[in-house]
């Protein structure tokens, strides 16, 4: 049992701290979630792409360095750590790009990943539907056969990034006759600009267009942009959404760095102590967050599947992160209620947290269900 | 890297736990709790046997360490068993003891589990110094053989029997303390509080899937559920600081895990006794042992308080 790290990834460290010291722009770039912002998030990705640190833990033919999960939660502490910017295109690489590694073809590898990696094409998510949120497999959105692929009708809403993004992926209902909700699913990729696709953004609480609604009215997907086999799209979207909610989603460098951030305010306010007890909670979060991660990784290094303990993690971590913005802005005093900070933004930001990549009620059934062994019972 | 546990160190884990889930424990606790030490004594000498005691004791006085991992590894156990006596100072006691004299002379029977310590700073309550063999007051100006004690108070927890030691006796080490040995007094104490935590989570599960209203478990209703929900996240968001801490010693480390897995045991015995209803309240049913102790271990060895001191100083 150790904590050790080799010589070669403290020269990894090293290299990504110096890349990151070198590169990161010294003003912030405006919010994502903002045509501007959008924009200069997405020249960055391209800046990251460039010299190999857009997707380490990629292989190398995708524009990776196939560095390995240990030395990706180095590189992710060191980004954080030197306050670089959001990652615009996270559902791409943190969550489509996985998926693609795990079920998809050679030729929608070498054709999709490339472009996400250095930021040139840019993905949102398409799962929720007005009438499936928590319970996603009940959605309605239809993918109908046709000549040389599928076309896509009905409704997705709360789209994350739709509003500015190039392309999209999601689950449709391929098969209206299967016999149990979450079969007759098909996981497939589409163009957020073709025929037949309406783009309404939807202004998140601080007004800013973060998601969007999206109507789709026979809109043509060819059968190469279908990932896995028709039918198949629950458990594909499932085998990655344990990524999304466990290792890969948030990785603790983003709340090291956010704890530390914190400590600073604080001391900058002067130490107020009856701050003192939340301040030193998201200190000990964070750690427990990467020493969690790590016993995680160690895992699967060893071999093993993780499983619903990724539904823990989420719950965790999106729980920690508001609690730790809340802290920020009741240390700001006055200052705390002002929308132009980067506390704000951040504190907006964290409130989505239990909410997307399915409910934290959803995550704590899981955990009751699956990890406990409690019966199931009415929701 | 391999953040782990080796095979090694869960057949350890998983020998101490048949040890004691053999022994009986809870039949030891309570005799403990009326001041009846033989059931207790022998199950210390069980655990000794077992190498314990000499995990914390350096090899040149017959024991095997100093282990932390091994050590924590052992306390989740001695937790989850609810085990009774001065656990955590008996191996604060090997690791405060250095001059070779007074360690060649205590440390060897530490190690064997014939001899059994108590540890405090002077002026503080020191558990169970009654029947302790070697009591150690620490202080300022080094770590003295105290010459006795005061009449035993009573703990929340039964099981714990508080007494103060008598000022002066034998000055064993001249000086501070070795800083890591009341470190390891911290680490024991929340692996002891993380074992307690589980022990409360599985008996609560348990008894939620046994316990049956309005014609199914209890366990079904989602109210409970996301109780236990939480009361899992929690203890295992404590582990790896646990082990974390026992890794790297760093004063941080420990209070982090402290802290962690003191709020997670309450947390979990706030949840196991909620979701027993009536029967958890009662003396009787041995749930009592470990929901009276995840109270006690929250202030013994640093207070959550102190700890979130420590873990800001530490931060600069």
Not at chain 1, 314 to 343: N, P, Q
């Amino acid at each position: 049992m150790d904590l050790a790290l080799t010589r070669e990834e403290e020269a990894f460290r090293a290299e990504a701290r110096a890349w990151l010291d070198a590169h990161v722009p010294a003003v912030a770039p405006p919010s994502l979630e903002t045509a501007e912002g959008f924009a200069a998030h997405r020249a960055w990705e391209a800046e990251l792409a460039a010299d190999g640190w857009s997707v380490v833990d990629w292989p190398a033919r995708y524009g990776g360095r196939e560095c390995g999960l240990i030395r990706w939660l180095l590189f992710e502490e060191e980004y954080y750590a030197a306050g670089a910017p959001g990652r615009v295109n996270q559902n791409g690489i943190g969550l489509l790009g996985p998926t693609l590694l795990e079920h998809g073809t050679e030729e929608q590898r070498a054709r999709v990943l490339p472009p996400m990696a250095r930021g040139a094409t840019v993905w949102a998510q398409a799962w929720s539907e007005p009438e499936a949120g928590s319970d996603l497999a009940s959605l309605r959105a239809r993918a109908v056969r046709t000549a040389g692929g599928w076309l896509l009708s009905g409704q997705k809403t709360w789209s994350s990034r739709a509003a500015f993004a190039d392309r999209a992926f999601g689950l449709f209902r391929s098969d209206p006759d299967a016999p149990q909700p979450h079969q007759g699913l098909t996981y497939v990729m589409f163009d957020l600009r073709a025929p037949g696709v309406t783009v309404r953004p939807i202004g998140r609480l601080d007004g800013k267009p973060a998601f969007a609604e999206l109507f789709l009215d026979e809109v043509f997907v060819p059968d190469e942009d279908v990932i896995g086999a028709p039918g198949q799209g629950w458990r594909i979207a499932m085998s990655t959404a344990a990524n999304e909610r466990g290792l890969t989603l948030r990785s603790p460098g983003r709340f090291l760095a956010s704890a530390d951030r914190l400590y600073g305010l604080w001391r900058a306010q002067g130490s107020p102590p009856e701050s003192a007890a939340r301040v030193a909670d998201a200190l000990v979060g964070a750690r427990a967050h990467q020493l969690f991660t790590y016993a995680a990784a160690s895992r699967f290094l060893a071999g093993e599947r993780l499983g619903p303990e990724s539904s823990l993690n989420k719950v965790f971590w999106s729980e920690y992160d508001i609690a730790l913005h809340e802290t920020a802005l009741d240390l700001l005093g006055e200052d705390g209620e002002r929308a132009d900070t980067e506390w704000a933004e951040r504190y907006v930001f964290s409130l989505a947290g239990p909410i997307y990549a399915g409910t934290n009620e959803i995550q704590r059934d899981i955990v009751a269900e699956r990890l406990l062994g409690l019966p199931k019972g009415r929701r | 890297m391999r953040f782990l546990l080796d095979a090694e160190q869960r057949a350890f884990a998983g020998s101490l736990d048949a040890l004691l889930t053999a022994a009986g424990t809870p039949k030891a606790v309570r005799e403990w709790s009326r001041g009846d030490h033989a059931g207790g004594r022998a199950l210390w000498s069980r655990l000794a046997d077992a190498g314990v005691f000499a995990l914390a004791v350096p090899e040149e006085y017959e024991g095997l360490g100093p282990r932390p991992v091994d050590l924590a590894v052992a306390f989740v156990e001695l937790g989850r068993h609810a085990v009774p006596g001065p656990l955590v100072e008996t191996v604060t006691a090997a690791a405060l003891i250095r001059a070779p004299g007074p360690a060649k002379r205590l440390l060897p029977a530490l190690a064997a589990g014939g001899s059994v310590a108590t540890v405090a700073y002077e002026g503080a309550y020191a558990l169970d110094g009654d029947l302790a063999d070697v009591r150690l007051s620490v202080g300022p100006g080094g770590v003295r053989l105290a010459p006795g004690h005061d009449p035993v108070r009573p703990s929340l927890d039964p099981a714990r029997r508080l007494t103060r030691l008598r000022p002066g006796g034998e000055l064993l080490a001249a000086g501070p303390p070795p800083p890591e040995a009341l470190l390891l007094a911290r680490l024991t104490t929340a692996a002891q509080a993380l074992g307690v935590g589980l022990a409360l989570l599985e008996r609560t599960v348990g008894y939620v899937r046994r316990r049956t209203q309005f014609g199914v478990a209890v366990g079904s209703f989602q109210a409970v559920k996301h109780r236990l929900a939480d009361a899992r996240m929690a203890l295992e968001f404590a582990r790896p600081l646990v082990l974390g801490a026992a890794v790297t010693m760093a004063p941080a480390d420990v209070a982090a895990a402290k802290v962690s897995a003191c709020e997670a045991a309450y947390a979990c015995a706030r949840t196991a006794l909620q979701l027993h209803g009536a029967i958890g309240y009662t003396q009787e049913y041995d749930l009592s042992l470990w929901l009276t102790k995840a109270r006690a271990l929250r202030t013994a060895w640093g207070t959550p308080q102190e700890c979130r001191a420590d873990v800001l100083a530490a931060h600069g």
